[in-house]
């Protein structure tokens, strides 16, 4: 006879492709690093060459002007050396290396437009404002120890990042 007052049980685990291998944390943190360095140095030059680094103040800060036109080269620089990976293998250069990908929740490869507009455009736009933008961009990196391993930005887009 069964007690009518247990607690029910049931499977509360979520149902996992056995395709996906999870990236770990330190494929994505090398990633990322391999990345930075890929937009940094282009970007430097061209800050070098434009003159950006003569208009700097003493805190080392850019009139308004060039803090917004530096964003917007930032972003060409980017999808300059990502843009075609982006769009056609869900991976960045630093991904490429690392061998791992972006892909949505159910395993299938992210459009570009979602790695784009969803998982890097919200994080960036929002990291501009001052103080916020600095905490927002740490909570989303800090969000990667979680058992899932996301960040705040592959919440808002709905993907993971996995290896290949």
Same mark, same amino acid.
């Given at each position: 006879?069964?007690?009518?007052?247990?607690?029910?049980?049931?499977?509360?685990?979520?149902?996992?492709?056995? *395709?996906?291998?999870?990236?770990?944390?330190?494929?994505?943190?090398?990633?990322?690093?391999?990345?930075?360095?890929?937009?940094?140095?282009?970007?430097?030059?061209?800050?070098?060459?434009?003159?950006? +680094?003569?208009?700097?103040?003493? !805190? @080392? *800060?850019? %009139?308004?002007? +060039? *803090?917004?036109?530096?964003?917007?080269?930032?972003? @060409?620089?980017?999808?300059?050396?990502?843009?075609?990976?982006?769009?056609?293998?869900? *991976?960045?250069?630093?991904?490429?290396?690392?061998?791992?990908? /972006? /892909?949505?929740?159910?395993?299938?490869?992210?459009?570009?437009?979602?790695?784009?507009?969803?998982?890097?455009? %919200?994080?960036?736009? /929002?990291?501009? #404002?001052?103080? #916020?933008?600095?905490?927002?961009? $740490?909570? !989303? =990196?800090?969000? $990667?120890?979680?058992? !899932?391993?996301?960040?705040?930005?592959? !919440?808002? =887009?709905?993907?993971?990042?996995?290896?290949?």
């Amino acid at each position: 006879m069964t007690d009518p007052f247990k607690t029910p049980e049931s499977d509360v685990t979520q149902p996992t492709n056995s *395709q996906l291998n999870l990236a770990n944390r330190g494929l994505r943190f090398l990633g990322a690093l391999l990345d930075t360095i890929f937009l940094m140095i282009p970007v430097a030059i061209i800050f070098f060459l434009l003159g950006f +680094y003569a208009l700097m103040d003493s !805190d @080392g *800060q850019l %009139p308004i002007f +060039y *803090q917004i036109m530096s964003f917007f080269i930032g972003i @060409g620089v980017y999808l300059m050396i990502n843009g075609y990976l982006i769009y056609n293998r869900g *991976q960045t250069l630093g991904k490429l290396i690392c061998g791992t990908k /972006v /892909v949505t929740l159910e395993g299938k490869q992210v459009s570009g437009n979602t790695y784009l507009f969803l998982r890097l455009l %919200p994080i960036w736009i /929002v990291s501009q #404002i001052p103080l #916020i933008g600095g905490i927002i961009t $740490i909570v !989303d =990196a800090l969000l $990667i120890f979680r058992k !899932d391993h996301n960040c705040l930005h592959d !919440d808002i =887009a709905k993907t993971r990042v996995v290896e290949i």
